[in-house]
């Protein structure tokens, strides 16, 4: 089989991998932390199905957050056509749970929807000019007196810096800072909405996510799952050139 022809194949193949994933579009994050070098990463998961809207936020980081700073706290995005998004309702993710400092008390069942607030839009957001927004409620930027992210969940009540699960999401190795009272989201939260106007995966864009109670760290997709199809169009594109020359 010809170089060109295994390539073509190659190709083809990430491009029919990024049409499979057509119903869900995860963005990826990586980065180090501001405040002491720690490596941080996360994933942002956006599913859309009729007029609903699922984020899936994990924090993928390797180690246990050595620092309050190191937590996942926020996650950042603009949607092509501005639509509201309305009844939020936040839960842990499958396999995840809430946890304190060195991984003690685990348990779940605590009502997130009292611990995250969230924008549907309300203005631009704290990270550039992105206007939805997601973030626990112990994050001091979301008091509702100096922030625009003003939206609580479904059934739940502003409780800025509650020590309940208000501090953000830290990785499966849970984290190694803190007083020992904070709970923690361990792994990965769901959030669901309502969708007022029809959208697609594709209207996803400008996503970042934020780390610690004053945005210490600020972390954006790069590339985002568009530009990777377009490089694979483009890819593709090449190679047939190529392959009309000879």
């Known amino acids: 089989m010809s170089n060109a022809r295994t390539s073509r194949i190659l190709v083809l193949a990430a491009a029919t991998a990024l049409m499979a994933q057509a119903g869900a579009v995860t963005f990826s994050f990586s980065g180090n932390s501001g405040i002491n070098g ?4 996360a994933t942002a998961k956006f599913t859309v199905s009729g007029n609903h809207l699922t984020v899936v936020l994990t924090n993928t980081g390797l180690s246990a957050a050595n620092a309050g700073g190191n937590v996942l706290d926020a996650l950042y995005f603009n949607i092509n056509g501005t639509p509201t998004l309305s009844n939020g309702n936040a839960t842990l993710t499958a396999g995840s749970n809430l946890v304190k400092k060195n991984n003690n008390a685990n ?14 839009p309300a203005g631009a957001g704290s990270i550039g000019s992105r ?5 626990a409620s112990g994050f001091g930027g979301f008091a509702k007196e100096s922030e625009s992210f003003d939206q609580v969940f479904h059934g739940g009540s502003h409780h800025p810096g509650n020590n309940d699960s208000a501090y953000g999401i830290v990785p499966t190795a849970g984290i190694s800072a803190g007083n020992g009272s904070n709970l923690y989201c361990r792994n990965s939260v769901t959030f669901a909405f309502d969708v007022n106007q029809p959208i697609q995966e594709s209207d996803i864009r400008n996503v970042a996510v934020s780390y610690g109670s004053a945005g210490e760290t600020q972390l954006q997709a790069v590339p985002e799952p568009a530009t990777l199809a377009v490089l694979g169009i483009g890819g593709l594109g090449l190679i047939r050139r190529k392959r009309n020359r000879r």
């Open 107 to 120: 348990q779940s069942g605590s009502n997130l929807n009292w611990e995250w607030m969230y924008s549907a």
């Open 38 to 41: 720690q490596a941080l990463s």
């Open 131 to 135: 206007s939805y927004g997601i973030g």
